[in-house]
């Protein structure tokens, strides 16, 4: 059984920065693609980041060049760093893992002031 770790939501200022980890653990097979999707009040789960194993990335339209995705393959790890934060990023942030079936994390809050 996969489990994955969060850590690095917080509250921050219009403008300002987070960094948010992720790590598996317990997996028997190589993980694939690990990434972020968030949930924000009043709309449906929505893709933030996504990589492959191979170093490929999948950002959600709304990122438009703030959040950079990173892994640590050998730590079976996934970061998002995330600046030029916006009121509207507030939500919570599910770290996501693929082996032969999709993994979710419990979550982390991120909470963006005005």
């Known amino acids: 059984q996969v489990q994955l770790s969060e850590s690095g939501g917080g509250m921050v200022q219009t403008g300002g920065s987070l960094r948010l980890s992720c790590v598996a653990s317990?997996?028997?097979?190589?993980?694939?693609?690990m990434g972020w999707y968030r949930q924000v009040p009043e709309k449906q789960r929505e893709l933030v980041a996504t990589?492959?194993?191979?170093?490929?990335?999948t950002y959600g339209d709304f990122v438009k060049g703030r959040f950079l995705i990173s892994r640590d393959p050998h730590k079976n790890a996934v970061f998002l760093q995330m600046d030029g934060l916006k009121p509207e990023d507030t939500g919570v942030y599910y770290c996501?893992?693929?082996?032969?079936?999709?993994?979710w994390g419990q979550g982390t809050q991120v909470t963006v002031s005005p």
């Open positions: 996501s893992a693929h082996t032969i079936r999709t993994y």
């Open positions: 317990g997996t028997q097979y190589r993980i694939g693609e």
């Open positions: 990589m492959l194993s191979g170093g490929g990335a």
